[in-house]
T-cell receptor, first 111, second 110 residues
Framework: GQQVMQIPQYQHVQEGEDFTTYCNSS?????IQWYKQRPGGHPVFLIQ?????EVKKQKRLTFQFGEAKKNSSLHITATQTTDVGTYFC???????????FGTGTQLKVEL | NAGVTQTPKFQVLKTGQSMTLQCAQD?????MYWYRQDPGMGLRLIYY???????DKGEVPNGYNVSRLNKREFSLRLESAAPSQTSVYFC?????????FGNGTRLTVT
């Protein structure tokens, strides 16, 4: 079955440092979504990537989809305390019928 | 406000007790999902319903049953709760993607 690995599992950074989380699939994906979950909250959709090699930006967040559509990354430039939370990728295959979440990367930002 | 509503928000059960988690959406989406979230394990799919009248097993269906009552409502039932079912449960819906999540139900089984 499809496996989705997300690394790292945890990341502690000082405010102002950069942060990157990676999502790797064993199979080619239709598309991939990224979500953010604040402590005690529910996952909230951030972005969807569909095209091979696609790069999208949201302010300090940069999302990339690999050329082979098997991996993706989320990069945050100059982290702030408001970035604290767990970031999940959601891999979509089978024409949109099969959804698999990565295990998440928990980000802590220290002043 | 449009969205996904889950009840209850918190629940404590004793081993062997039963309960039903309720989920309702007013987004007119066909697909609805139940996930459980455990530390270090991300979100794991329990059951999903692609449309009214259909349900399918996900990754971890054992110990659970579901009912898609109508297009709006998708309930999750624990017939005989076990401590291993202590978790946070999320209901979600989607037109195709992405997923829209409810606020979750935090369940503790003692």
């Amino acid at each position: 079955g499809q496996q989705v690995m997300q690394i790292p599992q945890y990341q502690h950074v000082q405010e102002g440092e950069d942060f990157t989380t990676y999502c790797n699939s064993s199979t080619t994906l239709s598309n991939i979504q990224w979500y953010k979950q604040r402590p005690g909250g529910h996952p909230v959709f951030l972005i969807q990537l569909v095209k091979s090699g696609e790069v999208k930006k949201q302010k300090r967040l940069t999302f990339q989809f690999g050329e082979a559509k098997k991996n993706s990354s989320l990069h945050i430039t100059a982290t702030q305390t408001t970035d604290v939370g767990t970031y999940f990728c959601e891999a979509v295959t089978g024409g949109g019928n099969k959804l698999t979440f990565g295990t998440g990367t928990q980000l802590k930002v220290e002043l | 406000n449009a969205g996904v509503t889950q009840t209850p928000k918190f629940q404590v059960l004793k081993t062997g007790q039963s309960m039903t988690l309720q989920c309702a959406q007013d987004m007119n989406h066909n697909s609805m999902y139940w996930y459980r979230q455990d530390p270090g394990m991300g979100l794991r799919l329990i059951y999903y319903s692609a449309s009214e009248g259909t349900t399918d097993k996900g990754e971890v269906p054992n110990g659970y049953n579901v009912s898609r009552l109508n297009k709006r409502e998708f309930s999750l039932r624990l017939e005989s709760a076990a401590p291993s079912q202590t978790s946070v449960y999320f209901c979600a819906t989607t037109p195709l993607s992405p997923l829209h999540f409810g606020n979750g139900t935090r369940l503790t089984v003692t």
